[in-house]
């Protein structure tokens, strides 16, 4: 079982920053990935970005590309979404999500909020 938990959203000003945490406990694989997802009200939940647990090759939503990065810390088995340039687009419940080749376990979220 794999259980993931995110940390970090919050209220920020257009244009600032935030960075998300997401701290993975339990059994990964070799094909294991954790993503970043989010949903705003009345919006489908979308990817965001999303890293190889063992390749680190990262991959990200075009609407993100150049302003969001995603990272991942060996030694804290965590993941990082450091979000800068914030928008008001940007407002949403972010989810870190993970496993082996496709994304199976789920975090409860956490409200990032760009207001101008």
């Known amino acids: 079982q794999v259980q993931l938990l995110e940390s970090g959203g919050g209220l920020v000003q257009t244009g600032g920053s935030l960075r998300l945490s997401c701290t993975v406990s339990?059994?990964?694989?070799?094909?294991?990935?954790v993503g970043w997802f989010r949903q705003a009200p009345g919006k489908e939940r979308e990817f965001v970005a999303g890293i190889n647990w063992s390749s680190y090759i990262t991959s990200y939503a075009d609407s993100v590309k150049g302003r969001f990065t995603i990272s991942r810390d060996n030694g804290k088995n965590a993941v990082y979404l450091q979000m800068n340039s914030l928008k008001p687009e940007d407002t949403a419940v972010y989810y870190c999500?993970?496993?082996?080749?496709?994304?199976?376990?789920w975090g409860q979220g956490t409200q990032v909020t760009a207001s101008s």
């Open positions: 339990g059994r990964t694989f070799s094909s294991f990935v």
């Open positions: 999500a993970g496993g082996a080749g496709t994304y199976n376990y």
